[in-house]
């Protein structure tokens, strides 16, 4: 609502804090829920892309959202496992290639959720002779 006040002979409109407030938390809100919509919507769409083996579609997505991999990657989970574990379980090589030649070191040598590299996963869940993580390996060692 609005009221107004005389000061020097000229009339100022103040509009009260309450209903300012409300309004401002209101639009504040509305604005919050689409971003996080079009976050799980990418997300999906990056595991989709992952499990086809389509790395020209992930690497359009990427680009229209205007993200890089490397600062996503720890935040996208997929049926609860990252990007890396999930193409390799899919045999998604062109992908898993792709994502390895864009992680950090530091992120390819970092523990999972499970306490274990994806090294030691792949190693272990009978992955260790695939593609990517041959280019996980040559990552790590420097190449």
């Known amino acids: 609502m609005l009221y107004s006040i005389k000061i020097n002979n000229k009339k100022e409109y103040r509009m009260r804090l309450l209903p300012t407030s409300i309004v401002a938390i209101i639009a504040a809100s509305a604005f919050s829920m689409p971003v996080q919509a079009n976050s799980d919507q990418l997300a999906a769409n990056i595991c989709n892309y992952v499990q086809a083996d389509d790395k020209n579609r992930l690497r359009k997505k990427l680009k229209e959202n ?5 600062n996503i990657y720890s935040g996208v989970k997929c049926n609860g496992d990252s990007l890396l574990r999930t193409a390799m379980n899919s045999g998604s090589e062109k992908v898993g290639t792709f994502i390895a030649k864009r992680l950090s070191v530091s992120e390819l040598t970092a523990t999972e959720t499970d306490g274990k590299t994806i090294l030691d996963w792949a190693n272990g869940n009978g992955h260790g002779a ?7 390996k040559d990552r790590t060692a420097g190449g």
Do not use: F, G, N, Q
Request: aromatic share 0%.
């Open 66 to 70: 205007r993200v890089k991999l490397r």
């Open 130 to 136: 695939s593609a990517i993580t041959t280019a996980i």
